[in-house]
């Protein structure tokens, strides 16, 4: 059976964290099982086994950062035992064995002069010298890199770590061991960043793609901003009575979110050249409206998509979020489920938050905020003054693929439909 290898759980993907291992070595595994949670860029998920048999070797500790790609364990058939690792002699090592091998010629003849010109004690103190470069030379060859990363992200002095690897490398375990027992020191804080009395926390893999891709997206994306407030009554009405048909259980029952979701797609129905990003010297619009929803969670924000969402009815709708957001919320989702997406829906309103620009996730063409429902005096169509029901919808629009008149077009469809409600049940 094959190596496991660190896999590519997103389409941004370049390492994982391994968090845990929920198997240990020699454990006996099922193909399905869950043996460890890899932290992506993402999402913090649960990783099943690939293969049958058992988990006869691990090489990546908790915690560990592992590039795409690389082994993390070997599950193995019956009697089946991990491949012993062939040490390769690295590019950087050959270079200055190579180095060292061209100054020992002239030096070895230097030496059989200075042999017949000088006493011993003289030849003694000079050769020491030599020797201990040697020897610094030949611990740096023996940490392997990732030894050398962690034990500078730690503070570990690899020349006080005694190796535990092939022919006395310094393994990653061994730094963390030392860290251990040592208490190693932290890194220092940037010097501009006040640590007084606080706590530097590092960012997780998903922190940190949330950071690189809104400043790559604020930044080159030209965004504009369109805002509506609509008659949020005739929603209040529908929602009001669905319950009193009996629809009552939280599980099962629509909410007003359900609504804003299937008119979002049915708008983009109406009005496709918004269902688009840009692409270079193009612009693609695309056939099918995947939706992607915005879902917190305790490390950061992933977005689950419905795929296809145009041929889903305000039921499926509801019932997919419900199950995307659960499984997001509990690192069960899949890794095709969060990726792509025509555009996004990010709804705030349940948290209070009465009205919002959210930012765009390139390459998607818009992103729509939603508000809270607040009640507030309005006019009636009789000029009086009343008390109503308002939502705030902003649409955040990337001006390379939609213009103003497009974007002010397709809001005033959704406005139609999320005024006039039973539109959205046919």
């Given at each position: ?265 049915q708008a983009a129905a109406k009005v496709p050249k918004v269902n688009a990003s840009f692409d270079g010297d193009a612009v693609v619009q695309y056939a ?73 996730n390139p390459p998607q063409g818009f992103i729509l905020s939603i508000g809270a429902i607040v009640k507030t005096a309005v006019v009636d169509d009789s ?44």
């Amino acid at each position: 059976m094959p190596e496991i290898q660190m896999p590519k759980l997103s389409d941004t993907m370049t390492e994982g964290t391994l968090v845990s291992w929920k198997k240990k070595k020699g454990d006996k595994v099922s193909a399905g099982d869950v043996i460890a949670e890899i932290e992506t860029d993402k999402a913090t998920m649960e990783w099943e086994s690939p293969e049958d048999g058992t988990l006869t070797e691990i090489y990546v500790e908790e915690g560990g950062k592992v590039n795409v790609g690389d082994k993390i364990a070997f599950i193995g058939g019956e009697g089946e035992e991990a491949p012993v690792e062939e040490k390769k002699e690295k590019p950087a090592e050959a270079k200055a064995e190579k180095k060292e091998e061209k100054k020992a010629e002239p030096k070895a003849e230097e030496t059989k002069k200075k042999e017949a010109e000088k006493p011993a004690p003289a030849k003694a103190k000079e050769a020491a010298p030599a020797a201990q470069i040697d020897k610094g030379e030949e611990a740096r060859a023996k940490a392997s890199p990732v030894a050398r990363r962690i034990a500078a992200e730690l503070g570990v002095d690899l020349g006080s770590v005694k190796g535990t690897g092939p022919d006395g490398r310094v393994t990653e375990t061994d730094v963390r061991g030392a860290a251990k027992s040592k208490g190693a020191a932290p890194q220092k804080a940037a010097p501009s960043m006040k640590t007084d009395g606080g706590t530097r926390i590092n960012l997780s893999g998903m922190r940190k793609i949330i950071a690189q891709r809104l400043a790559e997206s604020l930044g080159p994306v030209p965004h504009f901003y369109l805002n509506i407030d609509i008659d949020a009554g005739p929603l209040m009405a529908a929602r009001a009575e669905l319950k009193s048909a009996g629809e009552g259980a939280d599980t099962s029952k629509i909410t007003v979110n359900d609504f804003v979701l299937k008119a979002a797609v049915q708008a983009a129905a109406k009005v496709p050249k918004v269902n688009a990003s840009f692409d270079g010297d193009a612009v693609v619009q695309y056939a099918d409206i995947d939706l992607a929803i915005a879902v917190a969670i305790e490390d950061g924000l992933v977005a689950p998509v419905i795929r296809a969402a145009q041929t889903k009815s305000l039921r499926e709708i509801s019932e997919l979020v419900k199950d995307l957001a659960n499984r997001a919320r509990n690192k069960r989702m899949k890794p095709e489920e969060f990726q792509g997406g025509s555009f996004t829906v990010s709804n705030l309103g349940g948290m209070g938050i009465d009205s919002f620009f959210a930012i765009i996730n390139p390459p998607q063409g818009f992103i729509l905020s939603i508000g809270a429902i607040v009640k507030t005096a309005v006019v009636d169509d009789s000029d009086q003054i009343i008390v109503g029901h308002r939502m705030s919808i902003g649409m955040s629009c990337d001006h390379r693929v939609i213009d103003g008149a497009l974007g002010a077009e397709y809001l005033k469809e959704l406005r139609h439909l999320l005024e006039n409600p039973a539109l959205l049940l046919v």
